[in-house]
């Protein structure tokens, strides 16, 4: 069966690596879902959504995977840079700038 | 063009003091939306306002009130501060409220009650 990706509160990987980085979300009705990066000092930045009739959705350098069935996303940075290195947030979105944020995860990209 | 701007970046306050915070919206947006971020966590839903209105409240006490004024700018109050209201304030702002319409963050007020 498939597994479901563990969150960790914390992911170091080496430059160049691929990162993934996961999330559970608890409201089954949820029909659109965003990856923010928070920098320090920073307020939330938006990297990619998906809408729930997806199963993946693609940006540059990053992919968004969605598997409804477990209420699960996953965020995957390709050829992760130090640029990279920051707080990333999953979050289901109930309306333009009403947004229920996950546990974050801290990315530490090693050079 | 300015991003969503938030007045003051940084203040300390007594318990049991009030505090009124700032944000002004990316020019032509209309919906201003204000979020707790306790460190350590995600961001937690206040408040929401569009066209001077609330349009959505989170899960905190009557001591948080907020509103919008006509060129969309908006106030966050926090009465009979705790020390547990201590965290990094956040205002998002967005031209509507439809669902897929992207939220632009500012950088935050950051309070610490004492």
């Known amino acids: 069966g498939e597994s479901v990706g563990l969150h960790l509160p914390t992911l170091s990987v080496q430059e160049g690596d691929n990162s993934i980085i996961n999330c559970a979300y608890s409201?089954?009705?949820?029909?659109?879902f965003i990856w923010y990066k928070q920098e320090s000092g920073k307020g939330p930045q938006f990297i990619i959504d998906?809408?729930?009739?997806?199963d993946k959705r693609q940006g540059q350098r990053v992919t968004v995977l969605l598997n409804k069935t477990v209420k699960h996303l996953s965020l995957q940075i390709a050829a992760t840079q130090p640029g990279d290195s920051a707080v990333y947030f999953c979050?289901?979105?109930?309306?333009?700038?009403?947004?229920?944020f996950g546990d974050g995860t801290t990315l530490t990209v090693k050079p | 063009d300015a991003g969503v701007t938030q007045s003051p970046t940084h203040l300390i306050k007594t318990r049991g003091q009030h505090v009124t915070l700032r944000c002004s919206p990316i020019?032509?947006?209309?919906?201003v939306s204000w979020y707790q971020q306790v460190l350590g966590q995600g961001p937690q839903f206040i408040f929401q306002y569009y066209e001077k209105e609330e349009r959505g409240r989170g899960n905190f006490p009557d001591r948080f009130s907020a509103r919008q004024f006509p060129n969309y700018s908006s106030e966050l109050n926090v009465n009979a501060l705790l020390l547990g209201d201590s965290a990094l304030y956040l205002c998002?702002?967005?031209?509507?409220?439809?669902?897929?319409?992207?939220?632009?963050f500012g950088q935050g007020t950051r309070l610490t009650v004492v």
């Open positions: 409201n089954s009705a949820s029909d659109y």
């Open positions: 020019s032509g947006h209309k919906s």
């Open positions: 979050a289901e979105m109930m309306g333009a700038g009403k947004s229920t």
């Open positions: 998002a702002s967005s031209l509507e409220v439809r669902l897929n319409t992207e939220a632009f």
């Open positions: 998906i809408r729930s009739n997806m």
